[in-house]
C-alpha cells in the first residue's frame, strides 16, 4: 500500500469538505431495496426516474411489483436502463421477500448479516455490491460497500486493494475502520459525491480535499 493515507483521515477530509450525505434517498427500507437494483450500472438519476414511474403507478410494494406483468413493469423502470433484466431481478427480489420474510421487513431483520448476505447473493440479479446495499442502506448493517468509485477513488489514493476482488477490497474497510453502519453509511456516501464532483474519471485536482496526501494529484 506504501504511502497510503489512513482511510479515517480521508473521510473526514472529504466529510469536511462536502458536508454529510443524507443518504440512502429513500422513502422506506423497500425503496432502498428497489434502488439498489435499478441503480446498477446507470446513473442514480435515472433510477430515480423509474422509481417515481414506479410510484406513480402505486407499484412501489413488494406484492404490487409481483402482480404486474413483466411488460409493464419492463416499461415502468424503463429509464434506468437494461430495464428488461431489471424487470426480472426486481420481480426475482419481491418473490424472494414473500417467500422468505412474508414481505415484513421487521422479520428479514431478524436474521443475521451473514445469512441475509449469502441468501441475498442467491437472488437473481443481487451481486455483492447491491446485497451490500441492501444490508447497508436498508437494514443498517455494518457491511461496506465498494463499487467502481471506490475502487477509482482509492486506487488513485495508491491503495492497491482497489485492483483486489470485492471482498478482498471491502476487508480493506472492515480491518481499519470500526464496525459502524453510521460511519459507512456516510462514508460511501461521501465517496460517490467525491468521485461525481472532483475525482471525476478526468479528475480535478485543484481544490481536491485529498491532494496532500494523493500520489495522483495533477497525474
Ligand atoms: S488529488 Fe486528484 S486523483 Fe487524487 S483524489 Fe483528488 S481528484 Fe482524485
Not at 427500507?29 to 417515481?52: C, D, H, R, Y
Request: hydrophobic residues 40%.
Amino acid at each position: 500500500m506504501g504511502g497510503a493515507p489512513l482511510l479515517m483521515d480521508v473521510y473526514d477530509r472529504l466529510l469536511k469538505q462536502y458536508g454529510a450525505q443524507g443518504w440512502w434517498p429513500a422513502r422506506s427500507p423497500f425503496e432502498v431495496m428497489v434502488g439498489a437494483v435499478l441503480v446498477q450500472a446507470t446513473a442514480w438519476s435515472n433510477a430515480e426516474k423509474a422509481i417515481s414511474n414506479l410510484r406513480a403507478a402505486g407499484a412501489l410494494s413488494a406484492s404490487a411489483i409481483r402482480g404486474l406483468e413483466v411488460e409493464a413493469l419492463e416499461e415502468l423502470v424503463r429509464p434506468s436502463g437494461f430495464f428488461r433484466a431489471k424487470a426480472r431481478k426486481l420481480k426475482a427480489l419481491c418473490e424472494f421477500l414473500c417467500e422468505r420474510y412474508g414481505d415484513d421487513i421487521a422479520s428479514m431483520s431478524m436474521d443475521g448479516t451473514e445469512r441475509l448476505r449469502r441468501d441475498l447473493l442467491g437472488v437473481y440479479g443481487v451481486g455483492e455490491e447491491t446485497a451490500d446495499d441492501i444490508l447497508l442502506y436498508a437494514l443498517g448493517r455494518p457491511v461496506f460497500v465498494v463499487d467502481a468509485y471506490t475502487r477509482r477513488v482509492f486506487g488513485r489514493l495508491g491503495f492497491d486493494e482497489a485492483e483486489a476482488r470485492y471482498g478482498e477490497f471491502q476487508a480493506l474497510f472492515h480491518e481499519r475502520l470500526s464496525r459502524d453502519a453510521a460511519l459507512y453509511n456516510e462514508y460511501h456516501a461521501l465517496i460517490v459525491r467525491h468521485a461525481n464532483s472532483t475525482c471525476r474519471s478526468k479528475p480535478l485536482c485543484e481544490g481536491c480535499p485529498l491532494s496532500a496526501e494523493c500520489p495522483r494529484v495533477g497525474v
